[in-house]
């Protein structure tokens, strides 16, 4: 029984390693690594479909670090980017509707809604 064993796993071993170095004797050629094809858009904003259509590059012992930070960094540009401008709309609506309704004074103390 022994001697089984250790046949199969010569003949086991000997097949692993002639499907490595394959036919012609030359070992198996590295992989490319893996790399964000797909980026963020530079010539227009970001938008929800650019963002689920994002798929990071995994290494070997997780996402690649740099690609993530990449992608990060503009998502958060973006954001606060949109925020800005979310502040600015809203200050100019509140002017606007200030200035609609007879400014300011409109909700003012009691003494200068009776003059």
């Known amino acids: 029984m022994f001697l089984f064993l250790l046949i199969t796993m010569v003949v086991v071993v000997g097949a692993v390693t002639?499907?490595?170095i394959?036919?012609?004797g030359e070992v198996l050629p590295d992989a490319a690594p893996d790399r964000l094809?797909?980026?963020?858009?530079?010539?227009?904003?970001v938008g929800r479909a650019d963002v689920?259509?994002?798929?990071l590059p995994v290494g070997l012992r997780g996402y690649r670090m740099a690609e993530?930070?990449?992608?990060?960094?503009r998502l958060g540009a973006e954001l606060a980017e949109r925020d800005a401008r979310i502040a600015e709309l809203e200050s100019a609506l509140a002017g606007a509707q200030a200035t609609a309704t007879g400014g300011p004074g409109l909700f003012g103390p009691a003494e200068e809604r009776d003059r």
Do not use: I, K, N
């Open 37 to 45: 094809v797909d980026r963020l858009p530079a010539h227009r904003p």
């Open 68 to 73: 993530v930070d990449d992608v990060l960094s």
């Open 22 to 24: 394959g036919g012609d």
């Open 52 to 55: 689920e259509a994002v798929r």
């Open 18 to 20: 002639l499907a490595v």
